[in-house]
Nanobody, 121 residues
């Protein structure tokens, strides 16, 4: 079993760049597909980006970039040109199917507690 913990959230201004980090313990992340999701109040949890075990990446917008450092057992999400509508709790999640790119939260067995990102002037 793998445990993941997100960090790096906070209050930023529109147009800022922010990097979130997901640190894992218990097992190596190298065999998992790692997804970043977010959930705004009153909305469903939605996929932002996925980094697969074979090095593939997917993101819903070019403003979001996922990267993984298997040596450090971490996965990062870099977010550019942040907008107020990006305000949400951001979650890191691990999918045991390492090469799967899935937008379904049910595909991910392990989740962190989330980190709040607020974008406001």
């Amino acid at each position: 079993q793998v445990q993941v913990v997100e960090s790096g959230g906070g209050l930023v201004q529109p147009g800022d760049t922010l990097t979130l980090s997901c640190a894992a313990s218990g097992r190596s992340l190298s065999n998992y597909a790692m997804g970043w999701f977010r959930q705004a109040p009153g909305k469903e949890r939605e996929l932002i980006a996925v980094g697969t075990s074979d090095g593939g990446t997917y993101s819903v917008e070019s403003r979001f970039t996922v990267s993984r450092d298997n040596a450090k057992n971490t996965v990062n999400l870099e977010m550019y040109n942040l907008k107020p509508e990006d305000t949400a709790v951001y979650y890191c999640a691990a999918n045991v199917l390492g090469t799967q790119v899935s937008a379904d939260p049910q595909s991910y067995a392990y989740w962190g507690q989330g980190t709040q990102v607020s974008v406001s002037s």
